[in-house]
Structures are given as C-alpha cells and as structure tokens.
C-alpha cells in the first residue's frame, strides 16, 4: 500500500522559515508529479507548487520568490522551503504525488495534511 507522509510543520513568527517535507512510501516503481496543495478554513484547497521528475517547477503567484520546491528521486521525497511567511499562508499543506506501483497502475496519492500557523 503506498502512502505519502507529510512531516515539518509547526508554528512560526511572520517573516521566519519552515521547511516541509512528504515521503512516498511502499512498493513504488516511480513518482512522476509531485506537488504541494494548501487549504485554510472556509476556502477551497489551492495549488501552492509543482515539480516534474525531472525537477521543472511551477509556483502559485502568491508564493514565488518565498518558496522553494524540491525533490529526491531516490527517497521519492518532496520538500517545500518556506521562507519570509505571512500570516496569508496559514493553512493545513496536503503533499500529492502520481505514484506507480510495483503492482498495479498509477494513481494520485494524497497525503494527510500538516498545518502551518504563521502567527506572532
């Protein structure tokens, strides 16, 4: 069964860093898209970045110069740097990945969800 584990959120100061991370696991082939989605209460989930296997990356208008997205292939890992944070990007961070299995076909895979609070 594969999973995508989100982990590193937390509370932070306005203008401080935090850096996500989500691991693929299980009897994975390969990891294609991977992404990073966000959803603060009573608004629906937004795409915050993207990034291809090959490392092409694409960035929400609201994030770009602030937020780095990056991968390891090897670890199917995504990272979502964070930095200069505004109280705007509170909300839960969902990781999403097109995963292949071993066995079977590929599908979009969810993780559970971290919540970042940006608050002083």
């Known amino acids: 069964q594969v999973q995508l584990v989100e982990s590193g959120g937390g509370l932070v100061q306005p203008g401080g860093s935090l850096t996500l991370s989500c691991a693929a696991s299980g009897s994975i082939a390969r990891v294609n898209d991977m992404g990073w989605y966000r959803q603060s209460p009573g608004k629906e989930r937004e795409l915050v970045a993207t990034?291809?296997?090959?490392?092409?990356?694409k960035y929400a208008e609201s994030v770009k110069g602030r937020f780095t997205i990056s991968r390891d292939n090897v670890k199917n890992t995504v990272y979502l740097q964070m930095n200069s944070l505004k109280p705007e990007d509170t909300a839960v961070y969902y990781c999403n990945g097109y995963v292949i299995p071993v066995w079977g076909t590929g599908r979009d895979s969810w993780g559970q969800g971290t919540q970042v609070t940006v608050s002083s």
């Open positions: 990034i291809t296997r090959g490392g092409s990356s």
